[in-house]
């Protein structure tokens, strides 16, 4: 029954931000509705961690169209905390925007909406379903990408719906071909679970092709290389507490999806998904590594990192021994953490200069302590400097993989990894500690930062307080794994390997 | 049900899927964004026809339930959807410099089709035979052939039929090797085209209004380094 109670908030939270009250009823509505899904989700994931199964029907005896297991309840938690932390950063966020009352109901009805539809990914245990929901997280968080109505604001919002769409269609087919292997190999019911008993009777032939279609389809929402193109576009026009949404948890629930077609083709013989994840997986990594290097524009630096981090879990997913799983859901939650907190810290470095370019930013330490230091430890967590969550996880994948003797692949991804923290702390240093250039002046001041560079820039409480609380869990799990995150993280690794 | 009844019925579904596959390779080539919109409508009419043809074949409600879905959704909501959230003006474009031109694009379009061919029949040979026929090679060439219109085609309305031609194509394959997918299912991913639709359509009328064109695929400031950065404070606004 609170599975059910996960989704209902969502959705009245956005019915009731549509009634027009003062601006600060749809920011707290959304703010309580958030934390409150964050306790429902970590009451379920706990109950799940301590070995409670949870299937909830939505009629008896007919499809079981809602299901909850270790892995599921993980991207649930993540989803909920990082839609928590992106709601508190909104409040400060929007206010510096200055907007018209409908123009903030909207963004924050669709940001409802656009949680309700990730929450509904990992709970929908059908596959045609889950295909729906996916659909709409696009189409939910489009108009969020286009907030700004700039035109490089609208130019990614389509690109980004175009390609997405694109590649729904083709997982489209691949999830009907699967449906007809689970009929040629005599039924049963169509769920994640019905699925993997099914597996061994299925004709190899329609199972290789849904997968490879699916792979295809919704590796182009989770950006994987070469269907990227459209992610730093669309992960840096949005407002940066939805780029925190977007790159943070979007693709980890879509990627979630990917993941749960690995134990239906390991349950096949002869059956290599494992090779696809790799090979997609490393390119992945080594592109995004060498695009991180060029880019002129800070907010699609964290967005080409999250292709890279993608390419690791996928990598990491790839070599399919239960203590890669494990590292790999470890990453899974180090890298939403630590990404949404990034895209916070870029957001508040745009709230003190109002220009995303990293050539225009210099000493951002000298005018907002605060962004300075937190663009810095961001940069520092998600290229996986110890002793930070994203450093205790990728060394485990590394290991995982040494263990197995596949040296190649590790060493590949070493090299990849280090390319990208070089890549990210070049640029992020010299944002933050580098001296202004002579001639070339700081962005154009914004309204709200009359005066010149020297006065310095204070966040606002909210942001501020949005910093901290997504930058505890990013301290905290790379020096210390709680028993009930380490029973869940292993739950979700058995989830794949079964 | 006698065998000849049963060999004309499958004669006239093979006829449905030969329009069909003429339907999305007159989109491919259209430039008047009315006729693409008439093509859809026609494509979504013949995977209507296919899915009562073969619901009439094996008595399946499944696929009647998938024909009245697709006789009201495409050829009836979709125009009138278009209407209300785009500006009137997206029907009366024509796209006169195409990415490639017709001929080049319809010979990557026949390429593409017998691909899909070769795709197609390995897969319809894999299932049981009364599930085989012209439909999913025909599907799978739908389905290409709207992924391609979406890279060779600037407009908004072509871009956004290309995307349901997507779907109408993983359709027309799945009405044959797919037919027992719960009705829920069938009408949510109806419901589900209507938010492209509508979310398209708004997306239309805001490029129209900033910008200033609906040619949207010819929009392009975001590039990696090399091209002039975008200038534009975003918080400012």
């Known amino acids: ?498 | 049900m006698s065998e000849a009844t049963n060999q004309m019925l499958e004669n006239l579904n093979a006829l449905a899927g030969g329009l069909f596959l003429l339907a999305a390779f007159g989109m491919v080539a259209t430039r008047q964004a009315r006729g693409c919109l008439n093509l859809f409508i026609t494509q979504s009419l013949l995977l209507a026809a296919s899915a009562a043809l073969l619901g009439f074949r094996h008595h399946s409600e499944h696929l009647y339930g998938v024909a009245v879905v697709n006789l009201i959704s495409k050829p009836l909501v979709v125009p009138w959807l278009l209407r209300k959230t785009s500006p009137e003006e997206i029907y009366t474009r024509r796209e006169v410099d195409q990415v490639l031109n017709i001929p080049t694009a319809l010979l990557m379009a026949l390429a593409l089709t017998i691909l899909a061919y070769f795709l197609g029949v390995p897969l319809s040979n894999a299932v049981e035979a009364e599930f085989r026929g012209p439909n999913v090679p025909i599907g799978i060439a739908g389905l290409l052939l709207g992924a391609f219109t979406l890279t060779v085609r600037r407009e908004a309305v072509p871009l956004l039929l290309g995307v349901l031609a997507m779907e109408n194509g993983a359709f027309f394959a799945g009405i044959a090797i797919a037919r027992n997918l719960p009705m829920l299912v069938e009408l949510a991913i109806a419901t589900d085209g209507l938010i492209i639709v509508f979310i398209m359509g708004v997306l239309t009328r805001a490029v129209q209004k900033h910008v200033g064109t609906t040619a949207v695929g010819e929009m392009a400031t975001l590039k990696e380094a090399g091209a002039e950065p975008v200038k534009e404070e975003a918080v400012a606004k």
């Open chain 1, 1 to 498: 029954m609170s599975a059910l109670i996960i989704l209902l908030i969502p959705l009245v939270a956005t019915a009731l931000v549509c009634i027009p009250l003062p601006k600060r009823w749809p920011m707290g509505v959304t703010v309580v509705a958030c934390a409150a899904l964050l306790v429902l989700t970590a009451q379920l994931a706990w109950r799940i961690a301590a070995g409670e199964a949870f299937v909830s029907a939505l009629h008896a005896g007919m499809l079981k169209w809602i299901a909850v297991d270790g892995l599921s309840a993980l991207v649930l938690l993540l989803i909920a905390l990082v839609a928590t932390t992106a709601s508190i950063f909104s409040i400060g966020y929007m206010a510096q925007e200055g907007l018209t009352p409908g123009k903030l109901r909207l963004y924050y009805a669709n940001y409802n909406l656009f949680i309700f539809s990730m929450l509904a990914v990992p709970m929908a245990a059908e596959p045609t379903l889950v295909w729906i929901v996916v659909e709409l997280t696009t189409l939910c968080s489009a108009l969020l990408v286009s907030f700004d109505n700039t035109h490089s604001a609208l130019e990614a919002a389509w690109k980004y719906v175009l390609l997405s769409l694109m590649g729904a269609g083709m997982a489209l087919f691949g999830f009907l071909v699967l449906f007809a292997a689970m009929q040629a190999a005599g039924g049963g019911t169509y769920t994640w679970d019905g699925l993997a008993a099914a597996a061994p009777q299925m004709p190899p032939i329609l199972l290789q092709t849904a997968f490879v279609f699916i792979l295809i389809g919704l590796g182009t929402k989770v950006g994987l290389v070469p269907m990227h193109t459209w992610l730093p576009d669309a992960h840096s026009q949005a407002p940066s507490p939805v780029c925190a949404l977007l790159s943070g948890v979007e693709t980890t629930a879509i990627l979630y999806v990917i993941l749960r077609m690995f134990p239906v083709m390991r349950a096949a013989p002869h059956s290599h998904p494992e090779a696809w994840a790799i090979v997609l997986g490393l390119i992945s990594v080594g592109v995004a590594a060498f695009l991180l290097l060029q880019v002129r524009d800070y907010k699609r630096m964290f967005a080409f990192s999250t292709v890279e981090h993608m390419g690791v879990i996928l990598t990491a997913v790839g070599l399919g021994t239960s203590a890669a799983s494990y590292a790999a859901m470890q990453q899974i939650v180090a890298h939403s953490v630590t990404k949404s907190f990034c895209f916070f810290a870029a957001g508040s470095t745009l709230l003190a200069l109002g220009t995303r370019e990293i050539g225009a930013v210099r000493g951002l330490i000298r005018r907002s302590p605060g962004a300075g230091a937190a663009l810095v430890l961001g940069g520092l967590a998600i290229t996986g400097a110890p002793p930070l969550a994203i450093f205790l996880s990728e060394f485990s994948i590394l290991k995982a993989g040494l263990t197995q003797g596949r040296y190649v692949v590790t060493g590949l991804l070493a090299i990849f990894i280090v390319i990208a923290f070089f890549g990210v702390m070049l640029h992020v240093n010299r944002m933050v500690f580098g001296a202004q250039e002579n001639g070339q002046h700081a962005a154009p001041a914004i309204h709200h930062s009359e005066g010149s560079n020297g006065n310095k820039y204070r966040l606002p409480f909210s942001c501020g307080l949005a910093l901290i609380l997504a930058a505890v869990p990013m301290l905290l799990l790379g020096v210390y794994i709680p028993k009930p995150l380490h029973d869940l993280l292993t739950l979700a690794g058995a989830a794949l390997t079964k």
